[in-house]
């Protein structure tokens, strides 16, 4: 087994702010995401990263930038808060192998209040 | 491009009844994935079930199946014998197509299931 944490769970800011959002997993998986979920909403992709250093970019990325310095972190800042932005950010992690490689595993999230 | 729906925002139940949760997707893949996914009050997100395109048997796992019906692209949610902790919002999700290592899930927006004593 494993477990994704995402630090912090709570995050304010101001607007304007360059505000920074972490994830780790200790499954060893390849693969990392970051999802906004609005309230009431359904999950929309942000980044991703296939591998260490690499970063692909969601329907969602203008605002954003990743970062993935190693397999087991994979960080999202937010480059300017915005009102219209506050939601809850949720990270996700992938195995490659086996049967299960197509199946997500979910980070507890953090939501993210901007003043 | 891929999409996925699902039209019921909210629905009630009685404990120890079956439900069924709707969802539709639109895929120029031949090949596809589709997931089912519930998020509890508390925010946490868990994977239910799957079902591979090419499989014509409904997956089952446990109280929850699946009701594929690929020519009409709907992979409804079924859930036996509810119980109060089914409470939840209910995720339908499709793998988007690209390499083995650098794909995307699609998410429909979700249905609140509230289930009642």
């Known amino acids: 087994g494993g477990i994704i944490t995402q630090t912090p769970k709570f995050l304010i800011g101001q607007e304007g702010q360059k505000l920074t959002l972490k994830c780790q997993q200790n499954?060893?998986?390849?693969?990392m995401y970051w999802y906004r979920q609005d309230s009431g909403k359904g999950l929309r992709l942000i980044y991703y990263s296939i591998t260490e250093n690499d970063l692909q970019k969601g329907d969602l990325s203008e605002g954003y930038d990743a970062s993935r310095e190693k397999k087991s972190s994979f960080s999202l800042t937010v480059t300017s808060a915005q009102k219209n932005e506050m939601a809850v950010f949720l990270c996700?992690?992938?195995?490659?192998?086996?049967?299960?490689?197509?199946?997500?595993?979910f980070g507890p999230g953090t939501r993210l209040t901007v003043l | 491009a891929q999409k996925v729906t699902q039209t019921q925002t909210s629905i009630s139940v009685m404990e120890k009844t079956t439900v069924t949760m709707d969802c539709v997707y639109e895929?120029?893949?031949?090949?596809?994935?589709l997931f089912w996914y519930k998020q509890t009050a508390s925010g946490e997100i868990v994977f239910l079930i799957r079902?591979?395109?090419?499989?014509?048997e409904n997956a089952t796992v446990g109280h929850y199946s699946l009701n594929f019906q690929k020519p009409k692209s709907s992979i409804g949610l079924i859930i036996t014998a509810t119980q109060i902790e089914d409470s939840a919002v209910y995720f339908c999700?499709?793998?988007?197509?690209?390499?083995?290592?650098?794909?995307?899930?699609?998410f429909g927006s979700g249905t609140q299931l509230t289930v009642m004593p």
């Open positions: 079902q591979d395109s090419y499989k014509k």
């Open positions: 895929t120029q893949d031949s090949s596809y994935f």
């Open positions: 999700a499709m793998r988007e197509g690209g390499a083995s290592g650098s794909w995307q899930l699609i």
């Open positions: 499954f060893n998986h390849d693969t």
């Open positions: 996700a992690s992938r195995p490659d192998w086996g049967g299960n490689y197509a199946e997500q595993f």
